[in-house]
């Protein structure tokens, strides 16, 4: 039978081999929310980089980028971390640069990998069913904060555990613990995560409604894939 594990942050992936999983990267505030509402509204392509000059210099090759650290955008960037960004009629077939603080170092941990997909609450059902009908097992990669655990991503992670169930098994206690957490919080995931470190660190940057959003699930029927270095619909 599959198996599905959880590696709660990018700083543990020394302890997961990936060459025969599909990885599910998930930065649910803001990164992977970014990427999945871009892409279901008409970006051609995002290509991640953990490194925020490299993406800097794709502005010179015709691309459109996107960079955040800290929470806040970045200075000389088109655009930064709020999925509200990318929803404009201009950006239909364009290409974006993206560099975030965790996200995109998470999908840069995750190189390796038999395959590479993104996931949010955003495209929940859409990761789901795409997990549900392929033959691999499943590794979700939290992005977490700068190494440390968040809560956020690791109720997706448990929400996606929990959709599984009945087609994969746990290969330990962390994805166990995940889908807990997400059946405790998932009637009211805004509440449940008001006290939590990410939470509170936007809310300070007052941004509020894009916490709401990334939280609402199957917004989007899209599943971004990891094809070269770019990130496209399946």
């Known amino acids: 039978m599959k198996t599905i594990d959880v590696c709660l942050s990018p700083d543990l992936m020394h302890l997961y081999p990936v060459h025969d999983r599909v990885v599910v990267v998930v930065d649910i505030l803001r990164a992977t929310s970014c990427m999945v509402t871009a892409l279901a509204h008409g970006v051609k ?4 980089f953990a490194n925020l000059e490299e ?9 459109y980028t996107a960079g955040e650290r ?7 960037f088109d655009f930064g971390n709020s999925p509200f960004e990318y929803m404009a009629d201009n950006l239909k077939g364009q290409k974006i640069a993206f560099t975030t603080t965790n996200g995109t170092q998470a999908i840069a941990k995750s190189h390796g990998a038999k395959e590479i997909i993104i996931g949010s609450f955003l495209n929940l059902s859409a990761v789901t069913g795409y997990l549900k009908g392929g033959k691999d097992s499943v590794l979700v990669v939290c992005a977490a904060w700068k ?4 809560l956020e991503d690791t109720l997706f992670a448990g929400a996606l555990v929990e959709n599984l169930k009945d087609h994969v098994e746990p290969d330990c206690d962390a994805p166990l613990a995940a889908q807990r957490l997400y059946n405790l919080a998932k009637n009211d995931m805004v509440s449940f995560l008001k006290d939590s470190s ?5 809310n ?11 939280l609402t699930p199957d917004q989007y029927s899209v599943t971004p894939r990891l094809i070269g270095n770019d990130l496209r619909l399946l």
């Not at 990410?198 to 936007?202: A, P, Q, T």
Request: include cysteine; charge should be positive.
């Open 45 to 48: 392509s995002i290509r991640p």
């Open 55 to 63: 993406c800097r210099a794709m502005k010179t090759k015709g691309y």
């Open 70 to 76: 800290n929470g806040e955008k970045v200075d000389g």
């Open 147 to 150: 190494g440390k655990v968040n």
């Open 198 to 202: 990410h939470v509170k660190r936007l």
């Open 204 to 214: 300070r940057l007052n941004i509020h409604k894009d916490i709401e959003f990334c």
